[in-house]
C-alpha cells in the first residue's frame, strides 16, 4: 500500500515556474514507477510526465518545460513546471504503480488528492 500527497501547487502568471512535490509512504518506493497527471476542468484526466529509475516519459504539451524526477532517499517525486501556460491549469495528481511507465490512468494503482496549479494569463 502506497500513499501520496501533493503539494506546491497555487496561482501564477503566465511564463512563471512551479515545483510540484508528491511525498509516498511505504519502505519500497525505489520499485515504483511514478506519474503526474492532471485534469482540467470538464476535461478528462490525463497524463503529463513519468519515471522510473532514470527514465523518463512526457507528454507533448509539456515536453521541454517540464522536468519529472526523484529522489528516492526521500520517498518524493517532483515535477518542476517553466514557462507556465494559462492551459496548464489543472489539478494535478501524483500516481504510482509497480512495473514499468505507462501513460494510462487505468494503469496507475495509487493516487493522491491532487493539488490545483491555475496560470493566469
Known amino acids: 500500500q502506497v500513499q501520496l500527497v501533493e503539494s506546491g501547487g497555487g496561482l501564477v502568471q503566465a511564463g512563471s515556474s512551479l515545483r510540484l512535490s508528491c511525498a509516498a509512504s511505504?519502505?519500497?518506493?525505489?520499485?515504483?514507477?511514478m506519474g503526474w497527471f492532471r485534469q482540467a476542468p470538464g476535461k478528462e484526466r490525463e497524463f503529463v510526465a513519468a519515471?522510473?529509475?532514470?527514465?523518463?516519459y512526457y507528454a507533448d504539451s509539456v515536453k521541454g518545460r517540464f522536468t519529472i524526477s526523484r529522489d528516492n532517499a526521500k520517498n518524493t517525486v517532483y515535477l518542476q513546471m517553466n514557462s507556465l501556460k494559462p492551459e496548464d491549469t489543472a489539478v494535478y495528481y501524483c500516481?504510482?504503480?509497480?512495473?514499468?511507465?505507462?501513460?494510462?490512468?487505468?494503469?496507475?494503482?495509487?493516487w493522491g488528492q491532487g493539488t490545483q496549479v491555475t496560470v493566469s494569463s
Open positions: 500516481a504510482a504503480r509497480t512495473g514499468g511507465l505507462r501513460v494510462g490512468v487505468s494503469e496507475y494503482d495509487y
Open positions: 511505504g519502505r519500497t518506493f525505489s520499485n515504483y514507477a
Open positions: 519515471i522510473r529509475w532514470s527514465s523518463t
